[in-house]
């Protein structure tokens, strides 16, 4: 089912009640008005990385549900799935089938050898410090095969995820058709995660490598349209990575958004967000949360260095149980430049706080996506972090059907789910419409959306220093 111009609920498959079938539930139950199009978060077999290392894409996680599941979810609510382009689990059948078998298997070429990659005597040390990498050493593991010998493999993320040679015609097969399986069971977008790290190329940091990524880009988006879907690319860098994908027609995220706005608040002022608001595309997804920490590398040069690091700070100043160490090696942290953090409690738990940003995400360009947990302004989840010690799981609560039950009750959110729902309904969202931003004070914002044919227009008009706000539709005011 083609996607909605609505909100978009970001959800693991059993985080929002037990299984897909639960969820599914919940929505029907309490969310049907406010939440238009859901993200599931990856739903297959996988050994590592919340979900982020699928052993199989022919299967739904048993733990999780089945695919009558997922189909009928994505009935109800048009569905979007990750396909993780760059890798696939060393417990996948195809990377099983080669270690046993070697050059004799099928799957030879579709994972990336590192040995085959590299001309003879390198990489140099230069070689490997020119890699854009997750890691501080090279990306590379190697492997034993069943006989004894061993090789090396490129990998970029966790131990458990080997990374795919996208050059290959196997691996453009296994490409196809996973998508078109995921298609063709519901998916009417697919999320491409990790791909600006799909390409490798001699003397270049293997990252975001033109003009390759854009073949590659073309090539799966072609796969993707003939079965009616479409792509979002994702990738958390600069800004001017994201221009250039709305320059090619793809979706993107504005995942410089958090940070942004979350300056706004601290500091009262508009000036940044309103120039991000007023230069931002309509052809894109926003977002405050995700199932990962707030990026900061996305907000450079749209903040200043100092502005980021007085929005950092003020986090750790202001923030409900935010430490400085829940973003560090010490609780697993992948990227050093996230802040393990619900948003909610970013805002330090403060009610009147998290709606309004809530309400300016509602008014900024594009569709808006947000996670369960801000769904149901969820604070830091410190017991989970600690049992866990992995940073990001502060953010990753495991709501019952009980908790989501009484959740729901709290006036937060049932402002923010009567928001969300006049978000949906109201016609001056149409992405082919205006957005006009301006700021009559340094403290205050006027933000006026109106539909393409100039019938309907809605308005926020905010003052982030006294955290006062009034909303209209077509003049008339809108309470929440």
Known sequence: MKLKNQVMLITYGDSLGSDIAAVHRNLNQYFQAAIGNVHLLPYFPSTGDRGFAPSDYRQVDPQLGDWPAVTALAADYPLMSDFMINHLSRQSPQFQDFQQKGAASAYRDLFLRWDRFWPVGRPTEADVALIYKRKDRA????????????????????????????????????????????????????RLDAFAYAIKKLDSNDFFVEPEIWMLLAEVAAIAREQGAELLPEIHEHYSIQRKLTDHGYWTYDFALPMVVLHALYSGTTTRLAAWLAASPMRQFTTLDTH???????????????????????????????????????????????????????????????????????????????????????????????????????????????????????????????????????PAFDLAGTITVTTPTPQSIVITRENQAGTVQAQLTADLQRLTYSVTENGQAVTF
């Open 139 to 190: 990306p590379e593991q190697t492997i034993t095969f069943q006989d004894g010998t061993t090789a090396a493999i490129w990998n970029t993320f966790g131990p458990e995820q080997l990374d795919l040679d996208v050059r290959q015609p196997v691996t453009m097969d296994f490409i196809r058709t996973t998508l078109t399986e995921l298609i063709q069971r519901g998916s009417g977008m697919i």
């Open 292 to 426: 990962d920490g707030i990026g900061v590398v996305d907000v450079r040069d749209i903040l200043t260095p100092a502005e980021i690091d007085f929005t950092v700070a003020e986090l750790y100043k202001v923030g409900a149980n935010v430490k400085r160490k829940y973003s560090s090696a010490a609780y697993h942290n992948l990227d050093i430049y996230q802040l393990n953090t619900t948003y909610y409690s970013a805002l330090g738990d403060d009610d009147r706080r998290y709606f309004l940003s809530r309400l300016l995400q509602m008014f900024a360009p594009g569709i808006p996506q947000v996670y369960y947990v801000g769904l149901l302004a969820g604070k830091n989840d410190l017991a989970l972090l600690e049992a866990t010690k992995e940073g990001r799981n502060i953010n990753r609560h495991y709501y019952t059907d009980a908790e989501i039950a009484t959740e729901v009750q709290r006036p937060v959110v049932q402002a923010l789910l009567a928001l969300f729902a006049f978000r949906n309904q109201s």
